[in-house]
């Protein structure tokens, strides 16, 4: 099992990387003005999304495999599961944002997406502190 649980360390962090990095790109998209640096990060921003979804879907794939491994015991996993399913939207709410970055339709300003982008990073200090202390 520890070989399991070091996969899922990888896969988490990996994924993080991405979670972390793509709404930073919409950052600069929003604040870019010049069509060919635009082209150049939607194409950098569509990349990552699908380099990130094997990683995420890996990520929780051997999740569950620790899950079922060692059981439900406590109630920090319940909360965990609970942050893990936020982070899942998260992600999935990137996608349709760039999706709809693409299309035009998004209208969100540069300071938005720097707030949206501190997501993440609360959702991982909750997951951490979680797993590490066990409160519950």
Sequence with gaps: MLVVKALHIVFVTSWF???FYLPRI???IAMETDASVRAVLFRMARKLYR???????LALVFGFWLWFG???SGGWLHAKLFFVVLLVGYHHVC???LARLERGEDAHSHVWYRWFNEAPVLLLVAVVFLVVLKPF
Excluded at 51 to 57: D, E, I, K
């Design 26 to 28: 919409f950052v600069n």
């Design 51 to 57: 380099f990130m979804l094997p990683l995420a879907v």
């Design 17 to 19: 990387a991405g979670l």
């Design 70 to 72: 060692y059981g439900i």
């Design 95 to 97: 996608g349709r944002m």
